[in-house]
Every structure is written in C-alpha cells, then in structure tokens.
T-cell receptor
Framework: GAVVSQHPSWVICKSGTSVKIECRSLDFQATTMFWYRQFPKQSLMLMATSNEGSKATYEQGVEKDKFLINHASLTLSTLTVTSAHPEDSSFYIC?????????????FGPGTRLTVL | AQSVTQLGSHVSVSEGALVLLRCNYSSSVPPYLFWYVQYPNQGLQLLLK??????LVKGINGFEAEFKKSETSFHLTKPSAHMSDAAEYFC????????????FGSGTRLLVRP
C-alpha cells in the first residue's frame, strides 16, 4: 500500500514553455502533498506543501508564480513550471501523506527529471 | 527549529563489512526520525522510522538504527554490506505535529567495494 506515482518520469522542453508534472496517490487519500527539488548530488529541497482544496504554502525563496501547485483532489497534485528556463532543470520529487494513521510518514514518488533546453 | 547533520558525504566499505552511517539531529520537540535510501534517478524509499516507541528500530534490507536521546543521534547500521546497498542515504527529522514537514540531511553516498 501507500504508492505514489509521478508523470512524466522525464521531460525535455524548450526555454519559455510551461511543463506540468502530476503526482498521484494510488491507494490512499493524501491530505497533504509535498514538492521537492533535487540538484545533482544534493539533498532534497522542499519547495511547497499543499493541502487538498487549499492554496499551497511555499518555502522561502520559491517563486509561487513560477511554480504553480494545484491540489484539486485527495489523490492528485500538479506542479506547473511556467516559462521554464535552463536553470529550472532539475529532479522534481513529490510525496504524499495522510492524517489517517501514517504517523507523519511521507510516501515518495519516483521523481521527474526536467531538462530545459 | 529542527535540523539534521549527516557526517560524511561518502562512506566506503568492503562487501561483508559493517555499515555505519551517522545522523545527528536537533529538535525543540520530540522528533520523528527517518532513514531513506535513494537509487540513481529514483525517488526515496523508506528504510525505517522512529516514532517514539522502541529506541532500536529495525528496517528493511537488514538495516537498523538506534535512537539515542542523550547523544541526539540516530545512526544507521547494517552488519554486513551487500553490493546492492550502494546508494544515497538520507536521514530526516519531523516534528510531532500535523505539518508532516521533513527536514533532510545532506545525504551520504555509500560505496561498497567487492
């Protein structure tokens, strides 16, 4: 149980275009979802936290107008990178948690590799 | 405020040798502590977690960790390394509140020599 999927697993786009990444909890209702960014050989950096039906809470230094997060249902959250530029190239990982008995545990998706040309 | 320090960005062991990955935490509230493993180009997989029950926690793949409050440590060990253990390992801390936010350490890359 507690499986999280991401789509796509990798994407290459041209500079200036927008890219949408989906994060789905497949077998549980995710009351909270998290989006992380990971640069090569570095740790995970939390970008934002989203609760179903609410606006996302962004970490300091993360541009909310550039990284649009929508958590429209208990099983789906999306991250849209708007007007992407090469410096946005990174590995994006989502995670999901539930307030129904998972002891603060986050379940991670497999990640999405974004390359902006 | 919470933080995690992982000593050693790289640890190299021989196959069959003891694995010890160090993690120290700082937390103003009783913490939940986690160890995750990440293989190249993949997400994170939970190895084990401490949630204020037993201080010695056993996880998957033969790993275990001991919560030592007096030392503010949560080191990860495995008696005998296997080649398949080569990966990046992250220690993380979370507060016992409803935010579920994880604070990650910088990670330790485990290399296993044949």
């Amino acid at each position: 149980g507690a499986v999280v999927s991401q789509h796509p697993s990798w994407v290459i786009c041209k500079s200036g275009t927008s890219v949408k990444i989906e994060c789905r909890s497949l077998d549980f209702q995710a009351t909270t979802m998290f989006w992380y960014r990971q640069f090569p050989k570095q740790s995970l950096m939390l970008m934002a936290t989203s609760n179903e039906g609410s606006k996302a809470t962004y970490e300091q230094g993360v541009e909310k107008d550039k990284f649009l997060i929508n958590h429209a249902s208990l099983t789906l959250s999306t991250l849209t990178v708007t007007s992407a530029h090469p410096e946005d190239s990174s590995f994006y990982i989502c995670s999901a948690s539930s307030d129904r008995g998972y002891y603060n545990e986050q379940f991670f998706g497999p990640g999405t590799r974004l390359t902006v040309l | 405020a919470q933080s995690v320090t992982q000593l050693g960005s790289h640890v190299s062991v021989s196959e069959g040798a003891l694995v010890l990955l160090r993690c120290n935490y700082s937390s103003s509230v009783p913490p939940y502590l986690f160890w995750y493993v990440q293989y190249p180009n993949q997400g994170l997989q939970l190895l084990l977690k401490y949630t204020s029950a037993a201080t010695l926690v056993k996880g998957i793949n033969g790993f275990e960790a001991e919560f030592k409050k007096s030392e503010t440590s949560f080191h990860l060990t495995k008696p005998s390394a296997h080649m398949s253990d080569a990966a990046e390992y992250f220690c993380a801390v979370s507060g016992m509140d409803s935010s579920y936010k994880l604070i990650f350490g910088s990670g330790t890359r485990l290399l296993v020599r044949p």
